[in-house]
Each structure stands twice: as C-alpha cells, then as structure tokens.
C-alpha cells in the first residue's frame, strides 16, 4: 500500500467490493492520484476486521482533514469489505478463518464516528444525508466531526422494484462518477468551503443534466437518467460547518 505523504490534503476509505456494485467508484481514485498526486491518499480495505481498524487509525493520524468515503452504506453506518461469497450461509467461525466469505456490515458508526472528531467527513454512500436521532450525520456532528457531507440514494445496481434499467445505470454511474472526480479535484486545488464543494457538485451535475436533454443520441433510458441526477443533486445535504475549507 502507498505510504500516506505529509501532504496528504484528502484521505479516501474505499472498501472493497467484490460483489463489484462499487468498482466504478475506482474512476475517481485513479482521476485523483494522477490530478493531486501526494495530496490524495486511498485507503482499500481488505477483507479482516484488523484491517478495517487500521484503516480508521490512519485517517484520524493523517494531515488530512478532509476524509472521504466512497462504499455502500444505510442512514445509520457504513459498510466495509465484502467478498464474493459473503452472501453463502456459512458458519461464523469459517468466516473468521476464510477472507474469501468475509462481510464487515458495521464499518464506521456511532459509536466510532467520534474518532473523525475535527475533520471533515463525506460519506459518498446511500442515505447517509438522512437527519434524525440514530443517523450517522447527526451522531457525527454530535461527536466533533465539523461537517459531514451526506447522500440520498444511489442507485448503482439493478433492483427490479425500482424499475430503473441496468444500462440507463451504467450510463448514470459513469456521469457521477465523472461529476465527482472533477468536483474533488478542483476543490483541493482551491481549498473550497464545503459549501463550494457541494455546490461545485450541483452546477457540474446541471451540466450533465443539460447535456444528456440536447444529446442528439437516441436513448430510451434519458428520462430515468434525468430524473435520477436530478434527485442525485437535491438529496445532497450538509450538517456541522458548511464553510469550512477542505484544509
């Protein structure tokens, strides 16, 4: 794994994901390494609890005070590794000796989130921009942490419920995705506020929302893919300190 560099402005948690539902989220790490050099730093986590500790203890001990992550998550914590067979009914004594049915479901929560006191925390993961009692956010900003950016959903693998078709989410996976890593980037560069960051986010996914109405390509799928930047846009929230600078 790199070593993380004293001039480490942002720290990445990027849990690996087997299951491959996140894999494009690895467009913004390589984005970032080549656009911010020593400035970035990405954190993979491996398939052990050890592991997942040690992740946390590097981003609290960083320069950075800026620590994204980028994974699947709920309102109330984050997830972290899960491999392949995770899902396989096994004995729980196998998954501790077997990486390969290994699944950390309760990654960074309450009762941790206290460790990323005095940095700013931006969950790139489902419904952590919800705001009551048990959530994430609040709990975070109640524990120190200065700002805690948070998201709606993400629709990022195919559910038959929510009737959204698999290319019209490739096709939107590829676009935040390209929003992100140009949004981060430019906002490390400048050392934005959050508030800039959030809004760079919104403006650049306008952009997209623009380009994808006047594309002359013909696509089935361009309302849903609309509709779900759109909502992409307006779920983004922020709680704690809205003009912090990223360092």
């Known amino acids: 794994m790199k070593q993380i560099d004293s001039m480490t402005k942002i ?5 690996t994901d087997r299951q491959e539902s996140t894999t494009f989220l690895n467009r913004i790490n390589t984005y970032l390494c080549r656009k911010l050099g020593n400035q970035w730093h990405c954190y993979k986590t491996k398939y052990t609890d050890a592991d997942h500790e040690s992740c946390i203890k590097k981003a609290i001990d960083s320069n950075a005070k800026f620590i994204l992550f980028m994974g699947h998550g709920r309102s109330d914590y984050l997830f972290g590794s899960c491999n392949k067979k995770s899902q396989d ?13 290994y699944r950390n479901e309760y990654f960074i929560h309450s009762d941790n989130i206290v460790k990323f006191k005095d940095k700013i925390f931006f969950s790139f993961s489902c419904f952590s921009n919800r705001n009551d009692a048990k959530s994430l956010a609040r709990n975070a900003i109640n524990s120190g942490v200065i700002s805690f950016v948070g998201f709606g959903d993400i629709p990022t693998d195919y559910i038959a419920e929510k009737s959204i078709p698999v290319k019209a989410i490739a096709i939107y996976k590829g676009i935040i995705s390209k929003v992100m890593k140009v949004s981060l980037s ?7 506020t959050v508030e800039e960051m959030v809004t760079l ?19 089935r799928h361009k309302k849903i893919i609309i509709k779900s930047l759109f909502l992409f846009k307006q779920e983004i929230m922020i709680f704690g300190n809205r003009h912090e600078r990223l360092y």
Do not use: C
């Not at 720290?11 to 849990?15: E, M």
């Not at 009914?89 to 049915?101: L, P, Q, R, T, Y």
């Not at 430019?186 to 934005?192: A, K, V």
């Open 89 to 101: 009914f096994i004995a729980g004594d196998a998954v501790i000796e077997n990486s390969e049915f």
């Open 201 to 219: 986010i919104k403006v650049l996914t306008i952009k997209e929302i623009q380009k994808t109405i006047f594309s002359s390509n013909k696509n």
């Open 11 to 15: 720290f990445g948690i990027y849990p």
């Open 186 to 192: 430019i906002s490390i560069e400048n050392n934005y």
